[in-house]
């Protein structure tokens, strides 16, 4: 995918309808904070993530995990690559040169 494309990720996870399936996201297996990255979208009916113009930084392993409180399942990583430019803005401070 490029940079500024959207894609959904669905997790197709169910359980007995007596029971509450809790349902997590990872990303490069860390629990995604969905209100400190608000261009990733997980919708809670279909259990789907959404990343929402996507930039070279969502390039990682997506996983789907969960658990009714009995049992506890995690799907298969679904790598997303995500290719665009980087692009370096560099200031001029004025002091005619610059250190890296």
Same mark, same amino acid.
């Given at each position: 995918?490029?940079?500024?494309?959207?894609? #959904?990720?669905?997790? @197709?996870?169910? *359980?007995?309808?007596?029971?509450?399936?809790?349902? +997590?996201?990872?990303?490069?297996?860390?629990?995604?904070?969905?209100?400190?990255?608000?261009?990733?979208l997980f919708d809670?009916?279909?259990?789907?993530?959404?990343?929402?113009?996507?930039? #070279?930084?969502?390039? @990682?392993?997506? *996983?789907?995990?969960?658990?009714?409180?009995?049992? +506890?399942?995690?799907?298969?990583?679904?790598?997303v690559t995500v290719?665009?430019?980087?692009?370096?803005?560099?200031?001029?401070?004025?002091?005619?040169?610059?250190?890296?």
């Amino acid at each position: 995918m490029n940079v500024g494309d959207e894609v #959904v990720l669905q997790c @197709a996870a169910e *359980t007995d309808p007596y029971e509450t399936l809790t349902v +997590e996201w990872r990303r490069d297996g860390i629990a995604i904070d969905f209100q400190r990255s608000s261009h990733l979208l997980f919708d809670v009916e279909n259990k789907s993530l959404t990343i929402r113009s996507a930039a #070279v930084v969502d390039t @990682a392993e997506y *996983t789907c995990h969960a658990g009714n409180g009995l049992d +506890e399942v995690q799907s298969a990583p679904a790598t997303v690559t995500v290719r665009g430019t980087v692009l370096l803005s560099l200031l001029d401070t004025g002091s005619g040169s610059a250190a890296f």
